[in-house]
């Protein structure tokens, strides 16, 4: 059984910083494309980042760019974001998600596997 477990969200000021992991267990972690996503209350669900199997390849969104870092461990099973400068607008559940094939991708719906979420709150 595939399950991926965010964690490290929270409460933080304007300016902060945040790093979110997120463990994967029941898949061939070295395999999969895995992926951040993002969903503020009252808005669809967005692509914040994603990194391929070997690591070294990423993509961010435009937004993210700069402030973000998606990086991997293969060895932990973890996926990580660090996030740094972070706005009010950040504010969002952080979603981890893993694409068990292919390139990387910005789209949702070609990612089979999704944890619970994390909470991401940045007061101003």
């Known amino acids: 059984q595939v399950q991926l477990v965010e964690s490290g969200g929270g409460l933080v000021q304007a300016g902060g910083s945040l790093r979110l992991s997120c463990a994967a267990s029941?898949?061939?972690?070295?395999?999969?494309?895995m992926g951040w996503f993002r969903q503020a209350p009252g808005k669809e669900r967005e692509f914040v980042a994603a990194?391929?199997?070997?690591?070294?390849?990423?993509n961010y969104a435009d937004s993210m760019k700069g402030r973000f870092t998606i990086s991997r461990d293969n060895g932990k099973n973890t996926v990580y974001l660090q996030m740094n400068s972070l706005k009010p607008e950040d504010t969002a559940v952080y979603y981890c998600?893993?694409?068990?094939?292919?390139?990387?991708?910005?789209?949702?719906?070609?990612?089979?596997?999704w944890g619970q979420g994390t909470q991401v709150t940045v007061s101003s």
């Open positions: 029941g898949l061939t972690f070295s395999s999969p494309t």
């Open positions: 990194i391929r199997h070997s690591g070294g390849t990423t």
């Open positions: 998600a893993a694409r068990i094939w292919g390139a990387l991708s910005s789209v949702s719906g070609e990612y089979a596997y």
